[in-house]
Protein backbone atom coordinates (compact mmCIF):
# COMPACT_ATOMS: atom_id res chain seq x y z
CA UNK A 1 0.00 0.00 0.00
CA UNK A 2 2.89 2.15 0.79
CA UNK A 3 4.56 1.39 -2.76
CA UNK A 4 0.82 2.84 -4.17
CA UNK A 5 0.76 6.03 -2.11
CA UNK A 6 4.06 6.97 -2.77
CA UNK A 7 4.15 6.66 -6.99
CA UNK A 8 0.85 8.50 -6.40
CA UNK A 9 2.68 11.42 -4.71
CA UNK A 10 5.40 10.71 -7.38
CA UNK A 11 2.82 11.13 -10.57
CA UNK A 12 1.13 14.35 -8.58
CA UNK A 13 4.44 15.86 -8.03
CA UNK A 14 5.72 15.40 -11.66
CA UNK A 15 2.70 16.86 -13.09
CA UNK A 16 2.46 19.96 -10.64
CA UNK A 17 6.23 20.44 -11.71
CA UNK A 18 5.90 19.79 -15.09
CA UNK A 19 5.65 23.18 -17.19
CA UNK A 20 2.96 24.03 -19.36
CA UNK A 21 2.85 26.84 -22.01
CA UNK A 22 -0.36 28.32 -23.09
CA UNK A 23 1.09 28.27 -27.26
CA UNK A 24 -2.32 30.83 -27.90
CA UNK A 25 -1.14 33.33 -25.10
CA UNK A 26 1.68 35.90 -26.26
CA UNK A 27 2.50 36.58 -22.99
CA UNK A 28 3.40 32.78 -21.91
CA UNK A 29 5.27 32.25 -25.07
CA UNK A 30 6.98 35.63 -24.63
CA UNK A 31 7.78 34.42 -20.95
CA UNK A 32 9.05 31.37 -21.82
CA UNK A 33 11.60 32.01 -24.71
CA UNK A 34 12.45 35.92 -24.18
CA UNK A 35 16.28 35.94 -23.59
CA UNK A 36 16.19 32.00 -23.19
CA UNK A 37 18.95 30.18 -24.81
CA UNK A 38 18.68 27.24 -26.34
CA UNK A 39 21.41 24.39 -27.13
CA UNK A 40 20.60 23.00 -30.73
CA UNK A 41 22.56 19.73 -30.74
CA UNK A 42 26.05 19.90 -32.08
CA UNK A 43 25.50 22.49 -34.22
CA UNK A 44 25.30 25.69 -31.63
CA UNK A 45 22.72 27.56 -29.66
CA UNK A 46 20.05 29.95 -30.38
CA UNK A 47 18.87 33.01 -27.90
CA UNK A 48 15.73 34.12 -28.49
CA UNK A 49 14.74 38.30 -27.19
CA UNK A 50 11.04 39.14 -27.56
CA UNK A 51 10.48 41.68 -30.34
CA UNK A 52 6.80 42.44 -31.12
CA UNK A 53 3.16 40.82 -30.64
CA UNK A 54 1.43 41.08 -34.38
CA UNK A 55 -2.16 41.23 -33.56
CA UNK A 56 -3.62 41.11 -36.62
CA UNK A 57 -1.81 38.30 -38.04
CA UNK A 58 -1.28 36.81 -34.40
CA UNK A 59 1.79 35.91 -34.74
CA UNK A 60 4.56 36.58 -32.43
CA UNK A 61 8.52 37.50 -33.42
CA UNK A 62 11.65 37.17 -31.94
CA UNK A 63 15.23 38.84 -32.82
CA UNK A 64 17.17 35.37 -32.65
CA UNK A 65 21.37 34.53 -32.37
CA UNK A 66 22.18 31.99 -33.92
CA UNK A 67 25.84 30.99 -32.21
CA UNK A 68 27.71 28.71 -34.32
CA UNK A 69 30.78 27.26 -33.66
CA UNK A 70 32.63 29.77 -36.28
CA UNK A 71 30.41 32.78 -35.94
CA UNK A 72 27.01 34.34 -34.68
CA UNK A 73 24.49 34.97 -37.32
CA UNK A 74 21.45 37.46 -36.32
CA UNK A 75 18.19 36.15 -37.77
CA UNK A 76 14.36 36.26 -36.60
CA UNK A 77 11.53 33.99 -35.91
CA UNK A 78 7.83 34.23 -36.36
CA UNK A 79 5.70 32.10 -34.59
CA UNK A 80 2.42 32.22 -35.50
CA UNK A 81 0.19 31.65 -32.26
CA UNK A 82 -3.32 32.19 -33.30
CA UNK A 83 -4.35 28.86 -35.07
CA UNK A 84 -7.31 27.06 -36.27
CA UNK A 85 -7.04 24.08 -33.81
CA UNK A 86 -9.68 22.55 -36.03
CA UNK A 87 -6.72 22.32 -38.62
CA UNK A 88 -3.65 22.23 -36.33
CA UNK A 89 -2.91 20.65 -33.16
CA UNK A 90 -2.96 23.01 -30.30
CA UNK A 91 -0.16 21.74 -28.03
CA UNK A 92 2.80 22.66 -30.91
CA UNK A 93 3.86 25.71 -32.70
CA UNK A 94 6.77 25.63 -35.32
CA UNK A 95 9.52 28.25 -35.10
CA UNK A 96 11.72 29.02 -38.68
CA UNK A 97 14.35 31.34 -38.32
CA UNK A 98 15.01 33.31 -41.30
CA UNK A 99 17.35 36.61 -42.60
CA UNK A 100 16.73 39.25 -40.37
CA UNK A 101 15.87 41.78 -42.78
CA UNK A 102 13.91 39.41 -45.29
CA UNK A 103 11.94 36.30 -46.03
CA UNK A 104 14.87 34.36 -48.12
CA UNK A 105 16.05 30.83 -46.85
CA UNK A 106 18.95 30.30 -45.02
CA UNK A 107 21.85 28.29 -46.00
CA UNK A 108 24.13 28.16 -42.59
CA UNK A 109 24.46 24.36 -42.45
CA UNK A 110 22.38 24.37 -39.25
CA UNK A 111 18.90 23.29 -37.94
CA UNK A 112 16.66 26.46 -38.62
CA UNK A 113 13.27 24.83 -38.37
CA UNK A 114 12.04 24.15 -34.37
CA UNK A 115 8.85 22.84 -32.86
CA UNK A 116 7.84 24.28 -29.17
CA UNK A 117 5.37 21.93 -27.54
CA UNK A 118 3.39 23.03 -24.31
CA UNK A 119 5.58 21.05 -22.27
CA UNK A 120 8.26 23.65 -23.13
CA UNK A 121 10.24 20.93 -24.84
CA UNK A 122 11.78 22.33 -28.09
CA UNK A 123 12.62 19.92 -31.41
CA UNK A 124 15.35 20.98 -34.27
CA UNK A 125 14.74 19.69 -37.62
CA UNK A 126 17.71 17.23 -38.69
CA UNK A 127 18.81 17.86 -42.16
CA UNK A 128 17.35 15.81 -44.53
CA UNK A 129 19.67 14.03 -46.60
CA UNK A 130 19.34 11.90 -50.35
CA UNK A 131 21.60 9.74 -51.62
CA UNK A 132 22.89 9.93 -55.18
CA UNK A 133 21.76 6.13 -56.22
CA UNK A 134 17.96 7.36 -54.52
CA UNK A 135 17.58 10.64 -56.35
CA UNK A 136 18.20 9.05 -59.92
CA UNK A 137 16.62 6.76 -58.89
CA UNK A 138 13.31 9.19 -58.34
CA UNK A 139 13.84 10.92 -61.63
CA UNK A 140 14.32 8.14 -63.89
CA UNK A 141 11.24 5.51 -62.32
CA UNK A 142 8.90 8.94 -61.98
CA UNK A 143 8.20 8.06 -58.10
CA UNK A 144 8.50 10.95 -55.58
CA UNK A 145 11.51 10.27 -53.17
CA UNK A 146 9.45 10.30 -49.65
CA UNK A 147 12.34 11.08 -46.48
CA UNK A 148 10.96 12.54 -43.89
CA UNK A 149 13.53 14.46 -41.83
CA UNK A 150 13.39 12.96 -38.42
CA UNK A 151 13.30 16.14 -34.87
CA UNK A 152 15.91 15.49 -31.93
CA UNK A 153 14.99 17.38 -28.94
CA UNK A 154 17.29 20.26 -28.00
CA UNK A 155 19.27 20.62 -24.53
Do not use: H
Amino acid sequence: MRVFFSIVIIVIWQSVLSQTIDLSSENSIREFLNDKEIKVGEYGAVQFTYEKYNREFGSIDFKVLYRLPDRAIPLKANIMIRLDDFSFPKYVRTITLSEANSYTTLNINAPTIFQLFENGEIYYQEKTSISMAEYINSITSGKAFINSPTYKLCN
